[in-house]
């Protein structure tokens, strides 16, 4: 048997879509065949224009609704508002690194709203769904700190490990139907965000930018190469693929090697 990854008539909801890995993963998405719905916390021009862009250059139908994901209600109203619910793509997230006696109580509360408990309000919506059509799938973006940990990001990497935790359970309540839950789990990844740091960090450090992607930015990923927002997208559509169809409940490391150390 081969297999063809083919998303025609599928609908897929992609979290904090308008720029990075989101928006990475919707084109490629959309580039199999499904239909897109992209979502952030803001309005503006330039959000619907990807959209209009996603769905003129690969003639699927795509749509923007703001959403905004420290919030349980939006949360659920993005899937509702949608109308229905193929692939589910959690991939908000927020970041602050501080040491834990210092860490700001309101960056704590917004990075477990968004980074965690968005995804169980969003999933909660879609597996009806998913039910009802008899078919579908949870992609939780986690992170190479979803598996391990860092000193200063004690929010963020409890989020990542607690995204890995919904992914497990959610497959488990799954695993007799056709729907499959898992988690993709980055290292650093080539950004606009991460590439507007790089002047910066050649400024603090007096460094090349070779040298700062090298010993700075890639020193744990064994690589020291980025991953691209297009293996991200790659990797999940590749979980929607039939050849996927019976790995579930598990994270998929694209890290460099990150977590072989």
Same mark, same amino acid.
């Given at each position: 048997?081969s297999?063809?990854?083919s998303?025609s008539g599928?609908?897929?909801?992609? $979290? ?12 490629e998405?959309?580039?199999a ?8 916390f803001?309005d503006?021009?330039e ?11 690969t003639?699927? *139908?795509?749509?923007y ?14 899937? #509702? /508002? ?10 908000a997230g927020i970041?602050? !690194? ?17 980074n965690l408990s968005?995804?169980?309000?969003t999933t ?11 078919w579908?799938?949870v ?8 598996l391990?940990?860092s000193?200063?990001?004690s ?9 890995v935790?919904?992914? /497990? ?10 729907? *499959?839950a ?6 650093? !990844? ?8 790089i002047?910066?960090?050649m /400024?603090e450090y007096?460094? $090349?930018r070779?040298?700062?992607i090298?010993? !700075?930015?890639? #020193? ?6 980025f ?5 991200m997208g790659?990797?999940? *559509?590749?979980?929607?693929s039939?050849a996927?169809a019976q790995? *579930?409940?598990?994270t998929i490391? !694209?890290d ?5 150390l």
């Amino acid at each position: 048997m081969s297999f063809e990854i083919s998303l025609s008539g599928k609908t897929a909801i992609v $979290t904090g879509s308008n720029s990075g890995i989101g928006l990475g993963i919707a084109w490629e998405l959309a580039r199999a065949g499904a239909d897109i719905v992209i979502n952030s916390f803001s309005d503006t021009a330039e959000d619907h224009a990807l959209a209009k862009e996603i769905a003129q250059e690969t003639g699927v *139908t795509a749509r923007y609704i703001q959403a905004d994901m420290s919030k349980p209600d939006d949360c659920r109203a993005l899937i #509702t /508002k949608a109308g229905n619910c193929d692939i589910l793509v959690n991939n908000a997230g927020i970041q602050h !690194v501080a040491g834990i006696p210092d860490f700001p109580v309101e960056k704590w509360d917004a990075i477990i709203a968004i980074n965690l408990s968005s995804a169980f309000h969003t999933t909660a919506v879609a597996l009806p769904m998913m039910r009802a059509a008899g078919w579908g799938r949870v992609i939780n973006i986690a992170s190479a700190h979803g598996l391990t940990a860092s000193p200063y990001k004690s929010a963020y990497i409890a989020a990542k490990h607690g995204i890995v935790g919904l992914t /497990k359970t959610t497959a488990l309540e799954t695993a007799k139907e056709p729907i *499959t839950a898992n988690a993709i789990c980055p290292g650093y !990844v080539l950004t606009p965000i991460v590439e507007k740091q790089i002047p910066d960090t050649m /400024k603090e450090y007096d460094m $090349t930018r070779e040298e700062v992607i090298e010993n !700075v930015m890639l #020193t744990r990923q064994p690589s020291k190469e980025f991953a691209t927002v297009e293996q991200m997208g790659g990797t999940a *559509t590749f979980l929607c693929s039939d050849a996927a169809a019976q790995i *579930t409940g598990t994270t998929i490391s !694209v890290d460099g090697g990150w977590t072989a150390l």
